[in-house]
T-cell receptor, first 114, second 115 residues
Framework: AQSVTQPDIHITVSEGASLELRCNYSYGATPYLFWYVQSPGQGLQLLLK??????LVQGIKGFEAEFKRSQSSFNLRKPSVHWSDAAEYFCAVGGPNTGNQFYFGTGTSLTVIP | GAVVSQHPSWVICKSGTSVKIECRSL??????MFWYRQFPKQSLMLMAT?????????EQGVEKDKFLINHASLTLSTLTVTSAHPEDSSFYICSASSVFTGELFFGEGSRLTVL
């Protein structure tokens, strides 16, 4: 079955520590890949996206993600987390290979401790 | 970047009334808009796909007579929650797809509380 999976429901990291949020997808052909962030009570903000080309994608707020075709993964990383990064993070897929529909993972809630 | 505006940001209504939420693409034309519903601490659930000038396509389990969607122009889609009940209370988010970039832009969301 086609799906987007975020294995970690909740992650806690210390401020200044590195962060990696996992995302795996299951589609016959590689979809467009996205990471969004949502602060409490807010809409979604795009962090970065991958359509094709360089598999390491740079985004806003110091985030990056790496597409690994062999692992069907698109993990989000940040070298040093700030307290303001505490939020909900959603991986999403879209584009022609998903029938131009967008589907979201279940989300990973990030807590940052001082 | 492209902006999608959603209005109202929050609304409180009495049970049995209808509520309309607007979604506008401010600087691009969106032939397709999407409506999502989000319950607390959960992911976004796609409710329907709204295509300009045609009927919306609803996801399985979403009542089309309850959630009326109209996409009358290339920049505006509306979601009307008819005869709202407390269980309809939720965070509703719209998004619009750019045909040029394939990217999805989100509105700020509308929080509906039905008393």
């Amino acid at each position: 079955a086609q799906s987007v999976t975020q294995p970690d429901i909740h992650i806690t990291v210390s401020e200044g520590a590195s962060l990696e949020l996992r995302c795996n997808y299951s589609y016959g052909a590689t979809p467009y890949l996205f990471w969004y962030v949502q602060s409490p009570g807010q809409g979604l903000q795009l962090l970065l996206k991958y359509f094709s080309g360089d598999t390491l994608v740079q985004g806003i707020k110091g985030f990056e993600a790496e597409f690994k075709r062999s692992q069907s993964s698109f993990n989000l990383r940040k070298p040093s987390v700030h307290w303001s990064d505490a939020a909900e993070y959603f991986c999403a897929v879209g584009g022609p290979n998903t029938g131009n529909q967008f589907y979201f993972g279940t989300g990973t809630s990030l807590t940052v401790i001082p | 970047g492209a902006v999608v505006s959603q209005h109202p940001s929050w609304v409180i209504c009495k049970s049995g009334t209808s509520v309309k939420i607007e979604c506008r693409s401010l600087d691009f034309q969106a032939t397709t808009m999407f409506w999502y519903r989000q319950f607390p601490k959960q992911s976004l659930m796609l409710m329907a796909t709204s295509n300009e000038g045609s009927k919306a396509t609803y996801e399985q389990g979403v009542e089309k007579d309850k959630f009326l969607i109209n996409h009358a122009s290339l920049t505006l889609s509306t979601l009307t929650v008819t005869s709202a009940h407390p269980e309809d209370s939720s965070f509703y988010i719209c998004s619009a797809s750019s045909v040029f970039t394939g990217e999805l832009f989100f509105g700020e969301g509308s929080r509906l509380t039905v008393l």
